[in-house]
Nanobody
């Protein structure tokens, strides 16, 4: 199983980034896909999740700014991040979950700074 994130980087406050996570080795459409983040000194927290059928869930801190989506044909999940704030700075991790199966990507760094 591999989850490979891409799209992180340095962006100014108010800017946008789109993260991608390409999955292999799983029946992608059956998995709940999620984006988590971990800032220095903080615990890893859920940012957004999307089930196979497309239902979504967001952390209150990102509602209205971030959008999670998935393309089951491409085995890929996305996180569109708009109106980025300094407090969004973190390593963002892709997660795939199905029953008792739980997989993580290696993470991609997002830095929001002027």
């Amino acid at each position: 199983v591999q989850l490979v994130e891409s799209g992180g980087g340095l962006v100014q406050p108010g800017g946008s980034l789109r993260l991608s996570c390409a999955a292999s080795g799983i029946r992608f459409s059956m998995y709940t896909m999620g984006w988590y983040r971990q800032a220095p000194g903080n615990q890893r927290e859920l940012v957004a999740a999307i089930i196979g059928g497309g239902g979504t869930n967001y952390a209150d801190s990102v509602k209205g700014r971030f959008t999670i989506s998935r393309d089951n044909a491409k085995n890929t999940v996305y996180l569109q991040m708009n109106s980025l704030k300094a407090e969004d700075t973190a390593v963002y991790f892709c997660n795939a979950q199905f029953v008792n199966l739980n997989y993580w990507g290696q993470g991609t760094l997002v830095t929001v700074s002027s």
